[in-house]
């Protein structure tokens, strides 16, 4: 064993002496963890376990094997979402020419095994499953043919039984010969650390397998990563010498355990029942019984409806408050850029997350382009009522994927994630042999890290938090904090204020989207109140108040909580410095009034003034000659009028000045949450400028984002145009045979002209499903001849989104081959589909919801949307005052006479028709409006 340890040793030394003297595929120079780990290579995570929760990890890939000092890097894995799960059935022995059989003739299993060959049964009762290739064939990994044969018909046989050493085995056929006698025993993999792979006679085994075994439920799971995604977050958190060239992660000496928590086949990995919850449920379990701190890297969750009110922010309120010292690493989502846009359970005060940032060198080598600073990347989601993330961190990163996975360069507040999670490894293993005697609660843990942060003046405390991470003055500050005995005195709080947006007024902070009603005179409180963490109902302490911004008068300068008893702070808005359009954040710190003056508690503040559309303005703005650096976002927020029923958005360049573009725009709603992504305007390719038009939007302030695209080779210089128009229908009644008119009105100022014309396009069906934590919900359906396709729609109520953590589907065919998938990041917009084969006169699929609740308790209603299309549209011709055109003067109403036919479909009296009628402008014939029409026949 020594001479081996040497060994290893030798081959370390010799595989570091090939390493990059700063590697930059995955970023750790401006973090300060290569620095860290070369003043303190013992405080590289050795000691601490990194759980993370995701797709699987797979533990055969370089980088993944083994930890800095030799040890295996993969203790523990579990899949609760049951998609590794094989039933075992009693199996019967017989003989055929000298060769044992075992097998089940029911299920028609049947493998052979020589027993002498074999460990030995304590019971000489055997049992037998099979994993067939089909269980893959929705994998989002496309590798159901494991062993490369050029089918997916192939069955893989296993046996199982009770050793005479008391505990289980199985034996798989991984070379698919039929004969179990020529593999070796596995046994569950936190027992022995067996991994294993389907034998290919060409290529890399897609992905390593690993198993545990439940006797009681007669069922080996079996794990595996066929979504890479947690993988590539395994790397990223605690790689070592990732292929083998010396790239490492940020915590190379930490262990992992793998918690499968998505299911790969369903959309995108999607969480199912529990999966989330009974995860957590072992996270916990295992840092109670384990020495070593634990941590939890979790890169999965959806749009935030009710910004902490979820279910399961609720769960992970309870379980942590139970167990301060399990640390929650999570990403805050990409649903950015626009503020108020942080994700589920990310929004969450007990776990800690991270943003994402494109660091310069990994822009440079992995993606091409040399950007004049680190940047936060467009996608990551910022705060608003809540205060997240906590920080940003590295998210674009190379790092570990299972072989199937064609690329390894993956970016996502996902690879922040993990990220931010190695850095929490390297400070819990430094204080392990600096602080042995003393456990830092995650809660303190998460404010060093927070606290230590670099701040980029760049950017608001709601694009960054704390700012970009750094572990060397997290590290500093944790001995500060631990010598001075703050972890004796440590206490959190709950904190809420204003935000008129919410359903009770009420958020962790002072938001004001709408700041346009604002006087000056108005008084705004935060109220905070201690959470006891301290364990003493004894309580007596003193904070002087800061504010970092002219505009937000404090009106205390010093508050005390006593006891139980709740502070308040009151402030007003300086209405004089609020004057120009825009984004207004600040940060109220409460500092501890002694010699410390330790950093209690934050208290953030949002106002937002958008620009006004009306008569004088003539609904319409224009700013010309802006300009947005590389990688950098410009925020617009604009009011919809009263009466608007389309908001059109032109982002343009001068051709005739020549200067650069590449940008593009983003627009979110009054709830944060993306409408749209613009394509991108550059200048290389001549584009003139990109124009979109949205109709019917709901009323409030949305904000469009001008983003300099991250490959921009210089600042993108753009004129930005926002024009509104008013077409109103007066009534949303059906059309008939027997009434077929409709009324419309225009509420601005100016008289429009447009021609006239619409479509017939299917027939819509809207009904409720209800479903639950049983399971998934299958419905069948038929296309016919006739039709073109289907098309489905969800929407679940905001209180129902909030129980789940994910909901997808899919449909499927005859076969059981899914054919579309999709899920929702927020409570309704997302869609699947299907056509009718081509040369069919019918098909038959299944519509397939899969909800994932926290609990298996709940449930929810789903209104769906079921729209089948006719092969082509119908032309309906449209009139006014039977001219195929309309005037429509301010405030003047017009009527429109629309002239149908009834579509030739099955069960067209079921639902209604759905169709347009088009406002195309009489200059130039662009559409201005589509003014949804339904049809019941």
Request: aromatic content about 12%; charged content about 25%.
């Amino acid at each position: 064993m020594k001479a081996l340890r040497i060994l290893f040793l030798l081959l370390l030394l010799s595989s570091l002496s090939f390493a990059q003297e700063s590697q930059t595929f995955l970023a750790l120079k401006s973090t300060g963890v290569e620095d860290f780990i070369k003043q303190h290579p013992e405080y590289d995570g050795r000691g601490t376990i990194i759980i993370v929760l995701d797709t699987g990890v797979d533990m055969g890939i370089d980088g993944l094997v083994k930890t800095s000092t030799g040890q295996v890097k993969v203790i523990d894995v579990q899949d609760f979402t049951g998609e590794g799960d094989m039933q075992f059935y009693p199996a019967d022995k017989r003989t055929d020419d000298g060769k044992t059989i075992l097998e089940n003739l029911d299920k028609k299993f049947s493998v052979k095994a020589d027993l002498e060959k074999l460990i030995p049964s304590a019971d000489k009762n055997y049992f037998i499953g099979a994993f067939p290739e089909k269980h893959l064939i929705n994998s989002n990994s496309g590798s159901a043919d494991l062993n490369g044969n050029g089918s997916t018909d192939d069955v893989y046989y296993f046996i199982a039984y009770k050793t005479t050493d008391e505990y289980w085995v199985v034996y798989f056929d991984l070379n698919g010969n039929g004969d179990v006698s020529d593999e070796r025993p596995i046994r569950n993999y936190k027992e022995n650390f067996d991994a294993f792979s389907v034998e290919r006679a060409k290529g890399l085994a897609p992905f390593t397998m690993a198993l545990n075994i439940f006797p009681e439920e007669n069922k080996v799971v079996f794990f595996f990563d066929d979504g890479s995604h947690g993988t590539h977050c395994a790397g990223i958190a605690a790689g070592f010498n990732i292929g083998e060239v010396g790239l490492n992660g940020v915590a190379p000496g930490a262990n992992i355990i793998a918690l499968k928590i998505g299911h790969n086949n369903f959309p995108g990995g999607a969480t199912v029942n529990e999966s989330m919850k009974k995860a957590y449920v072992y996270a916990d379990k295992i840092s109670r019984e384990r020495k070593e701190p634990c941590i939890v890297s979790m890169s999965y969750g959806i749009g935030s409806e009710i910004e902490d009110h979820s279910e399961m922010e609720n769960f992970l309120a309870k379980l942590l408050k139970e167990n301060p010292y399990l640390y929650v690493s999570v990403s805050n989502g990409n649903e950015g850029p626009g503020i108020s846009s942080s994700g589920l359970p990310a929004s969450s005060n007990y776990v800690f997350s991270s943003g994402a940032v494109l660091a310069k060198e990994v822009a440079r080598d992995n993606y091409g382009n040399e950007l004049p600073n680190d940047v936060i990347l467009h996608f990551s989601s910022r705060g608003g009522e809540v205060s997240k993330p906590d920080v940003v961190s590295p998210g674009a990163a190379t790092s570990t994927v299972p072989n199937f996975t064609p690329g390894d360069k993956f970016w996502g507040t996902s690879m922040a994630c993990p990220y931010s999670a190695g850095v929490m490894s390297l400070i819990l293993s430094a204080a392990q042999k600096e602080f042995s005697d003393i456990k830092i609660p995650s809660q303190l843990l998460y404010k060093i890290i927070r606290e230590s942060a670099t701040y980029w003046n760049q950017y608001t405390v709601l694009d960054q938090g704390g700012g970009f991470i750094n572990v060397i003055n997290a590290y500093d500050l944790m001995r500060k904090f631990l010598k001075n005995g703050e972890h004796k005195k440590f206490e959190t709080y709950s904190i809420n204020s204003f935000a008129p947006n919410q359903a009770d007024n009420k958020a962790n902070n002072l938001y004001i989207r709408d700041g346009s009603f604002l006087t000056g005179d108005e008084v705004f409180s935060f109220n905070i109140k201690r959470e006891n963490s301290i364990n003493s109902d004894k309580f007596y302490r003193t904070y002087n108040l800061k504010t970092d911004a002219d505009w937000l008068k404090l009106i205390q300068k010093k508050i005390y909580i006593r006891n139980d008893q709740q502070a308040v702070v009151n402030v007003k808005l300086d209405k004089t410095k609020l004057k120009l359009p825009g984004l207004y954040t600040a940060k109220i710190v409460a500092v501890r009034d002694d010699a410390s003056s330790f950093p209690e508690f934050d208290m953030l503040a949002t106002v937002v003034i958008p620009y006004e559309f009306n008569s004088s303005n003539n609904y319409k703005m224009i700013w010309k000659g802006e300009t947005v650096q590389q990688g950098m976002i410009k925020r617009y927020f604009v009011k919809l009028p009263a009466g608007q029923n389309s908001m059109k958005i032109v982002l343009s360049r001068d051709k005739m000045s020549k200067k650069y573009a590449r940008c593009r725009y983003f627009l979110h709603n009054n709830d944060g949450i993306q409408v749209d992504v613009s394509k991108v305007l550059y200048s290389v390719n001549n584009d003139e400028k990109v124009e979109n038009v949205y109709y019917d939007l709901t009323p409030g302030i949305y904000e469009i984002i001008v983003d300099g695209f991250f490959l921009a080779s210089e600042p993108s210089v753009y004129n930005l145009e926002v024009e509104f128009r008013s077409i109103s229908r007066l009534s949303s009644e059906p059309l008939t045979s027997d009434n077929s008119s409709i009324e419309v009105v225009n509420y601005f100022n100016e008289a429009r002209t447009y021609n006239l014309s619409g479509e017939i396009f299917g027939l819509r069906k809207n009904y409720y499903v209800k479903v639950d934590g049983n399971g998934t919900q299958k419905i069948l359906f038929t296309l016919r001849k006739g039709e073109r396709s289907k098309e489905f729609s969800f929407t679940l109520t905001k209180e129902d989104f909030n129980r789940v953590t994910d909901f997808s589907f899919q449909i499927s065919d005859s076969t059981g081959k899914a054919l579309s998938k999709n899920a929702l990041s927020y409570r309704n917009g997302g869609s699947v589909s299907v056509d009718l084969p081509e040369g069919k006169d019918s098909a038959n699929f299944t519509l397939e919801l899969i909800p994932a609740f926290v609990n298996k308790e709940l449930e929810a209603k789903v209104l769906v949307e079921e729209l089948t299309y006719l092969p082509s549209p119908l032309k309906i011709d449209v009139k006014s005052a039977g001219q195929n055109s309309v005037t429509l003067y301010p405030n003047n109403i017009k009527t429109l006479d629309v002239k149908f036919v009834k579509p030739e479909m099955k069960n067209s009296e079921d639902g209604f028709g759905f169709g347009k009628i088009y406002f195309k402008s009489s200059s130039n014939n662009n559409t201005e409006y589509e003014l949804p029409i339904n049809f019941k026949y």
